[in-house]
């Protein structure tokens, strides 16, 4: 019981900070589009964007089809637990831009050569973007805890 309690608490703790890092980094992402920001910011942001997103997969992979909570067929057929899963599908695809350039900015400053800033201003958009369809997967988690259904 101890197990499945903690998992819930860590998932729901990181939601939080993935919450937070994600708006950050949008926050970051746009004062370096207007000449104000440092790049280093968004790249300590992004790691905690991408350390919560690797620990909310591990932990609602673990509870939903570990044998932790209700147990794969209650997950499998339930319509929130589909909303919820291709809201996560969405914010896969608007984080690839945002995560290879990203990378491609560590590797530029690794070397000490310049990096492109351009797309900035798209890349606060999309984590901006990305924070709202992680509300959405909130609002979806409370429903399907509760056993909403439709139809």
Known sequence: MLIHWFLAAVHLLVVVLGFWAVL?????FRRLAAGTGEVRSVLIA?????????????????????????????????PLFHLKMTLFVLILLLEVAPMVTLIKWRIALARGTAI????????????????LLMLLMVIAATGMARGVTFG
């Open 24 to 28: 950050v980094r949008g926050t970051n």
């Open 116 to 131: 492109d800033t351009g797309r900035a201003k798209l890349f606060a958009r999309i984590s901006h973007v990305e924070g």
């Open 46 to 78: 992004d790691n905690l964007w991408g350390i919560s997103a690797l620990i909310l997969l591990v932990t609602g992979g673990m509870r939903a089809f570990g044998g932790f909570e209700k147990g794969t067929d209650y997950y499998l057929q339930q």
